[in-house]
């Protein structure tokens, strides 16, 4: 998940050093999405083996 997070960073960088708004615009936002669900995931992961070791 983190991968393709700074994959469309990457590509939404590109895009908008080419002069493309509209997609570096559109790649940003997937690239924010993905990483909050990243992050999301990754709090869940680690509660959850918090409280299988207790």
Do not use: C, D, N, P
């Not at 615009?25 to 070791?53: D, E, H, N, Q």
């Amino acid at each position: 998940m983190l991968s393709w997070a700074v994959a469309f960073l990457v590509i939404a960088i590109t895009a908008a050093v080419l002069g493309f708004g509209g997609i570096a615009g559109t790649s940003t936002g997937i690239a924010k999405v993905l990483f909050v669900v990243f992050l999301a995931m990754f709090v869940l992961a680690f509660i959850s083996s918090y409280r299988r070791r207790l």
